[in-house]
């Protein structure tokens, strides 16, 4: 079973600064790898897929890199809507089966 | 425009059997690569996926939950149900149902219901 973590936990950024959050998997997963934005009281929001491709509607300041077991989501210049909670999410082919990080939630500094 | 919506009991006893059924509209579960899944989240801890029903009718479970858990589909009412047994207090949490879609060789869930809260106590 693949185990995802996700660093740092809670990460303080300002407005306008940009912010790195990184997820390991325990073993390679090529760049079948998700982001999810989570804000109180709201459903997650798929913002990144494949590693690196940005889904539907999501603006150009979040990006995501890596491949294999290291993986980074970037926002390169946090608005005050950015303040949630980003979780990480493998999609396993055999047996098929969805597995998310533990999560990191970037506040305000 | 896709929406999902999930409905169900607020309030289930231990030892009950909890169903909740995800009604959504603006797409088909018959359409090959199209899928509905469901996550759940207890208050202020992690997601945490549970099955996934496919357009051909295959369905996948969480290994961990795997003996509890039934999901089935309805195409004509638009509707996929989950069925967990046994319910107990460490299964209290927000459950979201989602659209999946097939993106290349990978499943993500790309829309999302707004959740229904699940409490089990006595």
């Known amino acids: 079973e693949i185990v995802m973590t996700q660093s740092p936990a809670t990460l303080s950024v300002s407005p306008g600064e940009r912010a790195t959050l990184s997820c390991r998997a325990s073993q390679s997963v090529s760049s079948n790898l998700a982001w999810y934005q989570q804000k109180p009281g709201q459903a997650p929001r798929l913002l990144i897929y494949?590693?690196?491709t940005r889904a539907t509607g999501i603006p150009a300041r979040f990006s995501g890199s890596g491949s294999g077991t290291e993986f980074t989501l970037t926002i390169s210049s946090l608005l005050s809507e950015d303040f949630a909670v980003y979780y990480c999410?493998?999609?396993?082919?055999?047996?098929?089966?969805?597995?998310f990080g533990p999560g990191t939630k970037v506040d305000i500094k | 425009q896709i929406t999902l919506k999930e409905s169900g009991p607020t309030l289930v006893k231990p030892t009950q059997t909890l169903t909740l059924t995800c009604t959504f509209s603006g797409f088909s579960l018959s359409t090959s690569g199209v899928g509905v899944g469901w996550i759940r989240q207890p208050p202020g801890k992690a997601l945490e996926w549970l099955a996934l029903i496919y357009w051909n009718d295959d369905k996948r479970y969480s290994p961990s939950l795997k003996s509890r858990l039934t999901i089935t589909k309805d195409t004509s009412k638009n509707q996929v149900v989950l069925i967990m047994t046994n319910m107990d207090p460490l299964d209290t949490a927000t459950y979201y149902c989602?659209?999946?879609?097939?993106?290349?060789?990978?499943?993500?869930?790309?829309?999302w219901g707004r959740g229904t809260l699940v409490t089990v106590s006595s």
């Open positions: 494949g590693a690196f």
């Open positions: 999410q493998h999609y396993n082919n055999w047996p098929p089966s969805f597995t």
């Open positions: 989602a659209h999946s879609n097939l993106y290349g060789d990978y499943w993500y869930f790309d829309l």
